[in-house]
Nanobody, 125 residues
Framework: QVQLVESGGGLVQPGGSLRLSCAAH????????IGWYRQAPGKEREGVSC????????YYRDSVKGRFTISRDNTKNTVYLQMNSLKPEDTGIYYC??????????????????WGQGTQVTVSS
């Protein structure tokens, strides 16, 4: 079955860290741009960070710059999102998705289509 599986979420206090993983099953990630997205309760899904096929280009939304780092290991068929200095406004369900074309466009324009289950991130004291 072709799917992306997100993991690594949890409950963390403000200022804490989490590392999310996006693992591909049934296909190879190494031909796709990969994006991380999040959806907070009552809000639209938004792009958080995206990474090019060779990891040479990354994009971050302004609110996470300097705190989040996206990376990929194509040998493990996995993309990661290291999240540091977490804030309550980072709370939401985090999803990953594959795409082609422009890394920035993929992050600015949230893809349509089906999504996986995501992984819940809750930042609260």
């Amino acid at each position: 079955q072709v799917q992306l599986v997100e993991s690594g979420g949890g409950l963390v206090q403000p200022g804490g860290s989490l590392r999310l993983s996006c693992a591909a099953h049934g296909f190879s990630l190494d031909r796709f741009i990969i994006g991380w997205y999040r959806q907070a309760p009552g809000k639209e899904r938004e792009g958080v960070s995206c990474i090019s096929v060779g990891a040479g280009y990354t994009y971050y939304r302004d609110s996470v710059k300097g705190r989040f780092t996206i990376s990929r290991d194509n040998t493990k068929n996995t993309v990661y999102l290291q999240m540091n200095s977490l804030k309550p406004e980072d709370t939401g369900i985090y999803y990953c998705a594959p795409g082609i074309g422009s890394v920035q466009d993929m992050c600015v324009n949230v893809p349509s289509g089906s999504w996986g289950q995501g992984t819940q991130v809750t930042v609260s004291s």
